[in-house]
């Protein structure tokens, strides 16, 4: 597997080609890359699935991983134009419940964006709200 990276208005893309599968070893590769852009602040991932040819259960499992690190971090991650046969694939599997997924790359950019700019308008939210809410009294003990 090959992994091209560009940055479009602090999204990262990440073009994947060739064989997501566990000879080719893409677990341990996309699992440090992910790691590495969650080290440099590098929250909003598009992995562009455009040119992925074969996907097995160590693959899925390396894209499974590869989001939960990044949410962890108040990050997101989403798939762009997979092919019929990998979007089967993730439906048979149900993540196509748990990717976002999207037609094209301006497609995913706009809405990744927007959610992006939602998710920390609700967190600057929640701090302001956190800091002007009074405590609660503490209850005296006899």
Known sequence: MNVRTRIVT???ILH?????VTQSKPVPSL???VGDLVRQGRLVVL????????????G?????SSLTTLERHGGQMALV??????RRLLAITRLDTVFAIYDS????LVRCR????LAESWADCAVTKAHALPRPPVAAVN
């Open 16 to 20: 994947l080609e060739g064989r997501l």
């Open 105 to 108: 790359e301006p497609e995913a």
């Open 47 to 58: 992995l562009d699935m455009t040119a992925v040819t074969d996907i097995d259960a160590h």
């Open 31 to 33: 699992r440090a890359i």
């Open 81 to 86: 134009a997979p092919s019929d046969r990998i």
């Open 60 to 64: 899925l499992g390396a894209l499974v």
């Open 114 to 117: 927007a959610t992006a700019a």
């Open 10 to 12: 602090g999204v990262t």
